[in-house]
C-alpha cells in the first residue's frame, strides 16, 4: 500500500484554523494591551480573546486526536 500523497481535508483545515487563531490570538493580545479602549470595549474583548483561545484549544484536542488515528502522507 502507498502512502497518501498529502494531509487530507480535515488536517488542512484544523491546522489553519489553529494557525489564523493563534495570529487573531497574537494581534487581539497586542491591541488590548497597547491600545487605549473604554472600560466596557475592553472588557468585551477579553471574552472575546478567552473564546477564541478555548476554541483553539479545542481545535488542537481535534489535530492531535486525527493526528493519533490517521497516518501522515
Do not use: C, N
Amino acid at each position: 500500500m502507498s502512502a497518501k500523497p498529502r494531509y487530507d481535508a480535515v488536517a488542512i483545515t484544523l491546522h489553519w484554523v489553529i494557525a489564523l487563531g493563534i495570529i487573531f490570538e497574537l494581534a487581539l493580545g497586542w491591541s488590548m494591551a497597547t491600545l487605549s479602549f473604554p472600560l466596557a470595549t475592553k472588557f468585551t474583548l477579553y471574552q472575546l480573546h478567552k473564546s477564541v483561545g478555548v476554541t483553539v484549544l479545542l481545535a488542537v484536542v481535534l489535530r492531535l486526536l486525527w493526528r493519533a488515528t490517521h497516518k501522515p502522507p
